[in-house]
């Protein structure tokens, strides 16, 4: 067990007032885009209702080697587990129930599929015209890229992340990270968040939408301005190198036992670092003694450090330089990671005893609002698990009611 952390179990009881309570979300979406952003509401305050299919979503069954069971848990904390049929014509009316209850919609399908199945952004605002109805693709609705099918990988190759990631002398390569993903999720909340400030002046709903890829395109900011400042003569890729190749020291360095990133924007910085490895004679060289000429020379500059950091380990060369505010760090393991000291200690991440896999770590919301503390973890929830508590409590359905759709196959 982390030393930062004790196992929490799921919290019962009177809530505080979070900064979204009150408010219910009836969350369709799947996988990643969608399900974070309406992960963020539930830890807000904000009750969400998780509406899967029979078979439950893609990420409660993608592979078959476990590596879905955490990515699930870490997204689907705080959310009731509804299962609903939508092409059956009892599972419909039972979505427009629990709409004309909600403040909030999230769906990540593919544009047309909510129109097909006949209970589109439209057709939704007419039973409940205060609903924010906020939608997620790979394209957006408009364009001529509106149909083409989309996931993560497919967006970074797309967006552009994909060609401007590795070394120039070697083939593009992913992001180890869901990057497009996860950027359409936060952007996806902010604009459900901006619409209900918005239906607070008017009293009316809206519909939203997020498209991956343009939320994925500012992340290139460094790259698009090397680009348009020296066209094709760019490198596609620069390595671990600044992305616009405009800060020097700024690259991944081999230590005695890894490698440790540094990040030197400014002549402090890089004084700084020149004190702590021995060479103070070198600040007025000019090869070095200023940004531009540094970017320059940037060759010499890696010569210089990692002929320092190699014999080092990565702790200790990230001890000193932060010891002198070099913004630095050792480049660590998704096992150092997950036990960070200082995430743990703020609460951000938290063992807790889950009910089908054990002790996890788990992420709480990475909003806090000062002055309420931060909505305990409440772990995801088995297939269908709440269907009759959402049923019974919102809709009047009956015991015996649940009991029939289940045999219809509704739920």
């Not at 009177?14 to 900064?19: E, G, Q, T, V």
């Not at 008017?202 to 519909?207: A, N, R, S």
Request: proline share 7%; with cysteine; glycine share 10%.
């Amino acid at each position: 067990m982390s030393p930062y952390s004790e196992p929490v179990s799921a919290h019962s009881g009177a809530a505080p007032l979070y900064p979204l309570s009150g408010l219910r979300v009836i969350d369709l979406s799947h996988v990643y885009n969608g399900p974070y952003a309406t992960f963020l509401m539930a830890m807000a305050g904000a009750e969400v209702i998780k509406v899967e299919p029979l078979t439950g979503e893609h990420l409660r069954s993608r592979g078959d080697l476990g590596g879905a069971d955490l990515p699930f848990a870490m997204l689907n904390s705080n959310k009731k587990a509804v299962t609903l049929n939508l092409k059956t014509d009892e599972g419909k009316n039972i979505l427009r129930g629990l709409v004309a209850k909600a403040d909030i919609l999230v769906e990540n399908f593919a544009p047309g599929v909510m129109e097909r199945l006949g209970v589109g952004a439209q057709e939704l605002l007419k039973i409940n015209p205060r609903l924010i109805y906020g939608s997620s693709s790979g394209y957006g609705k408009s364009g001529p890229y509106r149909d083409y099918p989309a996931m993560d990988l497919v967006m970074q190759a797309m967006c552009g992340v994909i060609n401007s990631t590795g070394f120039q002398d070697q083939p593009p390569v992913k992001s180890g990270a869901a990057v497009c993903d996860f950027s359409a999720g936060v952007h996806l909340y902010g604009a459900i968040i901006t619409a209900l400030y918005n239906r607070e002046r008017t009293g009316k709903g809206q519909v939203v939408e997020v498209s991956m890829q343009d939320a994925t395109y500012a992340f290139l900011a460094s790259n698009l301005g090397m680009y348009h400042a020296r066209g094709d003569a760019a490198p596609e890729r620069t390595g671990n190198r600044h992305g616009g190749l405009g800060i020097s020291p700024y690259n991944a360095y081999p230590t005695a036992d890894g490698y440790v990133v540094v990040n030197s924007p400014g002549d402090r910085h890089f004084h700084a670092i020149l004190d702590v490895i021995g060479h103070p004679e070198l600040k007025d060289d000019p090869r070095l003694n200023s940004k531009t000429a540094r970017v320059k020379n940037f060759e010499l500059v890696d010569e210089l450090i990692e002929t320092w950091t190699k014999n080092l380990p990565k702790a200790e060369v990230a001890r000193r330089l932060l010891a002198a505010s070099v913004p630095c760090a050792p480049v660590r393991t998704l096992g150092e990671v997950m036990t960070d000291e200082n995430m743990h200690a703020r609460g951000s991440l938290q063992r807790v005893q889950h009910p089908t896999m054990g002790e996890v770590v788990l992420q709480n919301s990475p909003l806090i609002f000062e002055g309420i503390e931060r909505r305990p973890i409440e772990p995801s929830l088995p297939l269908g698990a709440s269907n009759e508590e959402v049923l019974t409590e919102l809709l009047d359905y009956s015991a015996d009611d649940v009991v029939r759709l289940k045999e219809q196959g509704v739920i």
